[in-house]
């Protein structure tokens, strides 16, 4: 597996994520990330985990566990298109999600260690995939993934995450909103829903 993700490997969207990663390495990236993420979820404390910057925005469990779930299931995309599965994924809608997750009644540390499991394993899977695998490709929420692709948008997914965390707990004012940023309730992490044109998809789902 060498090189990044063309414009053809996943939508235009998607490279939101995928050029949060810098190197040509996705699994250096995941690897770094875990080390990182260990030193940033450290300096909030379980109170502090409770925090949100206003009403209708989500706490910062709230948010890890959006970056987990987000991960488990790219992941699962990347497992079913890289074992050669050819049926289309459906969508993974992050309010509902985040809904049936109730994160703040899962304690900070159990949040941190859940989060460094699932990456673990999702490293797991990138290391061991034979190289044919990596340019296969599925379907999934009516776009086309390649495995690389979603090499990169896993990590390029925490990136982003992990930015509007530091700056929010070192800075301590509230940011512009952006899409999947920290993090509003109505429309996901940092999403509104509105009336969509026909033809155009929720921004809430994956």
């Not at 040509?24 to 379980?46: G, K, R, V, W, Y």
């Not at 899962?106 to 394993?121: G, N, P, Y």
């Not at 990136?159 to 952006?178: K, Q, T, Y």
Request: glycine share 6%.
């Amino acid at each position: 597996m060498t090189g990044r993700p063309q414009s053809s490997e996943a939508a235009p969207y998607y490279f939101t994520y995928i050029n949060q990663v810098t190197s040509d390495d996705p699994l250096s990236a995941l690897e770094n990330q875990l080390e990182e993420s260990q030193e940033l979820f450290s300096a909030i404390t379980e109170e502090k985990s409770l925090h949100r910057y206003a009403p209708e925005k989500w706490s910062i469990r709230q948010v890890l566990n959006h970056v987990t779930d987000t991960e488990r299931a790219f992941s699962f995309r990347a497992l079913w298109f890289a074992r050669g599965f050819d049926s289309p994924l459906p969508s993974y809608d992050q309010i509902i999600a985040a809904s049936g997750a109730v994160a703040d009644q899962v304690s900070w540390a159990a949040q941190i260690e859940e989060f460094r499991r699932v990456r673990l394993a999702t490293i797991s899977l990138f290391r061991n995939l034979p190289s044919p695998a990596w340019t296969r490709s599925g379907i999934a929420s009516d776009n086309r993934f390649t495995v690389r692709a979603l090499a990169y948008i896993i990590p390029g997914h925490f990136a982003h995450h992990a930015s509007i965390l530091r700056e929010r707990i070192l800075v301590g004012n509230s940011l512009p909103g952006r899409n999947c940023g920290y993090g509003d309730k109505q429309g996901g992490s940092g999403l509104r829903v509105k009336t969509l044109t026909p033809g155009r998809r929720s921004p809430a789902q994956f």
